[in-house]
């Protein structure tokens, strides 16, 4: 599998990407914005804030900015070649249906980690050199995480591009499951939870006794298992997905929501191997 080919592939697919200065543009946003965070993110201090502080205040657009770009990225990979009629050509070539889908996410994935890295590595230095004891474990587990969220995301929109005929559905398709998972499951849960814990807890922060279900819950969708992770690895924090300062079961652990977030991009991938595998070019 592992191939001159596919390595080709992934190579052409970074490098177009060089030229169309995804990596330059993303880059700058991902620093400018995590650069602000930090600054002037706390409403309630002045000056820079700590990496924990930061992280905090960044999740909310991570969550919904890191996953756009994915499906921007990766929708029209495979629907948008076959538009082209290049898919065709590619095929032609001593190469599998395998090898091209894995260039494309290895390609498109590189893309989408590198512009994080220098985007949240440069505000990193930044930060550090304006706050005392700055936790750099912390930032890099952020970072690593953010990365893991975008190649769910990525994954995602490849099976779309497998999936459907034009690149207008693709982008619809995955911007829907998009919505699915970071807006509709989150407030249904949560609804679900203030219904049974009441509204008071969520308005004073004060610890309650969770239900096993909400636990559960969290681990369906990707940006649950996001916030978790961040949480477990960095410390205890208020975000969308752990409003009332939840206190962790002991079986959440950094490692299980990393192992989540590998099976998300599995799932996809492997979805996106069987409709490509018998899609008619």
Known sequence: MFSNILFSIAKKEFMDNIRNKWVLILSV??????????????????????????????????????????????????????ERGSMSSLLALPTTRLEVLVGKLFGLGSILAVSILIGFGIAGVIIAVNIPNPDIVGFLIFIGATILLGLVFLSMALFFSTLFKKRSSAIGGAIFLWILFIMIIPMIVQGLLIAEVGIEPLMTGEKVQIPDWYYGAQLVDPGSVYNSLIALTIGSMSTPGNPLQITYPSYYSSGLMTLIFIIWIAIFFVLAYWRFSKKDI
């Open 29 to 82: 946003i991902f620093a400018i914005l995590t650069i602000v965070f930090s600054l002037f993110g706390s409403i309630f201090g002045t000056g820079w804030q700590d990496i924990q502080g930061t992280v905090s205040s960044m999740i909310a657009i991570v969550q919904i900015f890191i996953p756009i770009i994915a499906i921007i990225l990766g929708y029209s990979a495979i629907i948008g070649e076959i």
